[in-house]
T-cell receptor
Framework: DAGVTQSPTHLIKTRGQQVTLRCSPKSGHDTVSWYQQALGQGPQFIFQYYEEEERQRGNFPDRFSGHQFPNYSSELNVNALLLGDSALYLC??????????????FGPGTRLTVL | SQQGEEDPQALSIQEGENATMNCSYKTSINNLQWYRQNSGRGLVHLILIRSNEREKHSGRLRVTLDTSKKSSSLLITASRAADTASYFCATGLRMDSSYKLIFGSGTRLLVRP
């Protein structure tokens, strides 16, 4: 049973560029959440996707957008990259029907460096 | 902004000793979860405690929750060098039809062999 997978593992971009990160949820899961983790900090919630719609969003600008596909996989897009966007981006999957007592399973993350 | 604050920020102990980490949060919660992270990689889920539970055990882990004080603690007994990692508490918050986790800033645990 494959867990949550993310690609790529590492990415280096320059300011102003755009980036797309990908996530495949754990088998059987239908909900994907994205988190940003700056160095030395805890993860910060970016947004959550369920039924191909953004259900909830954290305090992130519109430069951050996402998408969920019919197979539940998801993409995170960041436009006009800033140096401050350098971070580990984590994807987590869960099962919506379990409600608020569900565990979120995290992928290994994508480390983005913006130069 | 982050909901939880872990205390201490860093902890160094000898192998075999117990490690205790505390977490405080600000708002009402549905549950509280503890995660471990090795070397800035993915988070590993350790334990979930519901808001109506006071204590939960899993192997060498013991978690307590005091909703009146808005605090939780994670105890790792008989620590091992492999327990060296960052530990995060995360409060589960249900909003409308969705649910998110709000993480604290973490405790960095070093277990010396």
């Amino acid at each position: 049973d494959a867990g949550v997978t993310q690609s790529p593992t590492h990415l280096i971009k320059t300011r102003g560029q755009q980036v797309t990160l990908r996530c495949s949820p754990k088998s059987g899961h239908d909900t994907v959440s994205w988190y940003q983790q700056a160095l030395g900090q805890g993860p910060q919630f970016i947004f959550q996707y369920y039924e191909e719609e953004e259900r909830q969003r954290g305090n992130f600008p519109d430069r951050f957008s996402g998408h969920q596909f019919p197979n539940y996989s998801s993409e995170l897009n960041v436009n006009a990259l800033l140096l401050g966007d350098s971070a580990l981006y984590l994807c987590a999957s869960s099962l919506a029907m379990r409600g608020p007592y569900n565990e979120q399973f995290f992928g290994p993350g994508t480390r983005l460096t913006v130069l | 902004s982050q909901q939880g604050e872990e205390d201490p920020q860093a902890l160094s102990i000898q192998e075999g000793e117990n490690a205790t980490m505390n977490c405080s949060y600000k708002t009402s919660i549905n549950n509280l979860q503890w995660y471990r992270q090795n070397s800035g990689r993915g988070l590993v889920h350790l334990i979930l405690i519901r808001s109506n539970e006071r204590e939960k055990h899993s192997g060498r882990l013991r978690v307590t929750l005091d909703t009146s004080k808005k605090s939780s603690s994670l105890l790792i007994t008989a620590s091992r060098a492999a327990d060296t990692a960052s530990y995060f508490c995360a409060t589960g918050l249900r909003m409308d039809s969705s649910y998110k986790l709000i993480f604290g800033s973490g405790t960095r645990l070093l277990v010396r062999p």
